[in-house]
């Protein structure tokens, strides 16, 4: 598995440095763009499974629960993606955009950080899912995606100043220590 995530950091970083090459990425250092391109996949593969849901799962139709709760599509296909790309995303960000030792980067106190950055994150999503399908009008999908625009930039401030933070200032002592 480490075998795996070395080979994808590398491919991360020759794409990386391939960019740079074209378009000047001053503001964009590695760990922004690895945050980037592995969210992005993270937010295309939750784009998908939402759209199945909410097309083929639930047909646009209500889910009603035990005749207690009844869910509308659009935010049960919310539910249902996001159950799905938050471990996804998690593993990337802890193996991949934010790694670390081991021993300075226990896995459950980060999956605990890091669930309830997602807190923040669904809560944004779901207010403007409600305001963009049920207050304007708009098509779920396309607001969903508009959505997760605003979603992407709390959850980068979320994950690098939260979830990873001490993480993250540890690694950049060792990296200077290196260096220095």
């Excluded at 993270?42 to 639930?58: P, T, W």
Aim: glycine fraction near 4%; proline fraction near 3%.
């Amino acid at each position: 598995m480490n075998k795996t995530f070395s080979a994808l950091k590398g491919l991360l970083w020759k794409l990386y440095t391939f960019s740079v090459n074209i378009v000047d990425l001053k503001i964009l250092d590695f760990e922004k763009f690895k945050y980037l391109v592995l969210g992005c996949l993270n937010v295309g593969f939750s784009c998908i499974i939402y759209f199945v849901a909410y097309h083929f799962i639930v047909k646009k139709s209500n889910v009603d629960i035990a005749d207690l709760l009844t869910i509308s599509p659009h935010i049960f296909a919310l539910m249902l993606s996001f159950s799905i790309t938050f471990f996804t995303g998690f593993f990337m960000n802890y193996y991949l955009v934010f790694p670390g030792k081991e021993a300075q980067n226990r896995m459950i106190p980060k999956i605990l950080k890091y669930f309830l950055a997602n807190i923040g994150s669904i809560l944004i999503n779901y207010i403007l899912l409600k305001v963009f399908v049920e207050s304007l009008g708009w098509y779920p999908t396309p607001s969903q995606i508009l959505s997760t625009i605003a979603v992407t930039v709390y959850s980068f401030i979320a994950q690098q100043k939260f979830t990873f933070a001490a993480h993250r200032q540890s690694v950049s002592k060792i990296e200077h220590k290196k260096c220095g």
